[in-house]
């Protein structure tokens, strides 16, 4: 079967369908990952988007039950030049074409990639439609001119009710905005009792489970859609140490008074290199995202800028100045990708302990003095070495 991929600026792309059938459309964007695709094709973050891959053959090791990073595929479309249809590994269970057609997913085969990412590069990311039906190109054409960009996707892939992953140590509460399980994979394998939450969860919600931390998820779509989360985590800040990855960087971001703006093609790959401002260390990071904090309004803010990604030099970290607080826009849960930024959930669990000792001390001084503000003064961030949070005790 045949199928067209149409984009806004008239460029119509012709080639073999594959998976499921029928129309689609949403933002056309490239992945320069050469592995990976199983979890590129779940992941949450690609709610409302079609996806083009870079590297020529997708397919050749299959899809297995274990490396989905959502319960579903959440992308629109998928293209690529090759795909196989007879994978050879010996975790795979069924082909690529299987499980697009499964979850009524068209894909498109046997077209020039180089050439399609050359125009996003050159153009940026457009609206997109995807058909492997008969209908003629005028008619296509005018259906996508009529398409209106998908908006608020966050409540489309985010968990409509609580639910718990038990474990003996931290309770983290991840609010969820399309997360990825590879960060419950983290905090679980480091002993976590992790609690996920609805995206429009309220502060007193969030408290009610106690936590020790709270983790902002990663999620689809433009941050200022998701304004509803913005007064929830100015009402947490300072009480409760904070970690935020992608689009909760980037809500973090906005909580903390700084803007956002979108990339002209985003970064969406498996090997951008990112530097840490402190260290001059360059850590290789797995990324996408469509949209960044901007430079010019954090100097305004209370936050500081921890990391800086070494190709553009778009923000890539932020800490705040004297709150138990960061963020990073990259994926240090590496599915997939690279481990180099791993260790950032480790940094995240040794700033609530070290926001507990604080706060003991600061009780512990309030009793025997009657100093009220004795607990805020004792968690003063004094430094910050590498992407480690340091605190002193006064």
């Known amino acids: 079967m045949n199928a067209k991929l149409l984009l806004e600026d008239g460029t119509v ?19 320069t990952g050469m592995t990976g695709y199983q979890e590129i094709l779940s992941d949450p973050s690609y709610c409302g988007q079609m996806i083009a891959m870079t590297y020529p053959l997708i397919g050749n090791y299959g899809i297995n039950r274990d490396d989905f990073e959502a319960i579903r595929p959440w992308v629109q479309g998928f293209i690529v030049r090759n795909h196989e249809l007879a994978p050879s590994n010996w975790r795979s269970s069924m082909n690529l074409n299987a499980v697009l057609k499964q979850y009524g997913i068209p894909g498109i085969s046997g077209i020039d990639t180089r050439m399609l990412t050359r125009i996003i590069r050159q153009h940026g990311t457009m609206k997109g439609l995807l058909s492997t039906s008969s209908k003629p190109l005028a008619a296509l054409q005018e259906q996508l001119h009529a398409m209106k960009p998908l908006r608020n996707q966050v409540s489309l892939v985010s968990t409509p009710q609580p639910y718990r992953s038990p474990g003996a140590k931290e309770r983290i509460v991840v ?6 399980l ?32 709270v983790l902002l998820s990663n999620g689809p779509g433009d941050p200022k859609d998701s304004a509803h989360v913005i007064p929830v985590i100015r009402e947490l800040l300072g009480e409760i140490p904070l970690f935020g990855i992608c689009l909760g960087h980037q809500l973090f971001a ?84 690279p481990y180099d930024s791993n260790t950032l959930f480790d940094q995240f669990l040794d700033m609530i302990h070290q926001f507990q000792r604080n706060r003991a001390l600061g009780n512990l001084l309030e009793s025997s003095t009657g100093k009220h503000k004795a607990h805020t003064a004792s968690s003063e961030i004094l430094s910050h070495k590498g992407a480690q949070l340091v605190y002193a005790e006064k």
């Open 254 to 337: 906005l909580a903390c008074g700084a803007d956002t703006g979108k990339l002209a093609f985003g970064h969406r790959g498996s090997n951008h290199p990112v530097k840490e401002v402190a260290t001059g260390h360059c850590l290789i990071t797995s990324q996408n995202h469509g949209y960044t904090v901007i430079d010019a309004t954090v100097a305004s803010t209370d936050l500081m800028i921890t990391h800086i990604n070494n190709n553009d030099g778009t923000i890539e970290g932020l800490k705040h100045s004297y709150h138990p607080a960061f963020s990073v826009q990259f994926h240090p849960e590496a599915a997939p990708g």
């Open 175 to 180: 609010v969820d905005f399309g997360c990825k």
């Open 182 to 213: 590879g960060m419950l994979r983290e905090l679980s394998g480091r002993g976590c009792d992790v609690v996920v939450v609805p995206h429009d969860s309220t502060a007193d919600q969030i408290r009610s489970f106690n936590p020790d931390g």
């Open 13 to 31: 792309f012709e080639g073999k369908a594959f998976g499921g059938e029928g129309e689609t459309s949403g933002e056309v964007v490239f992945h």
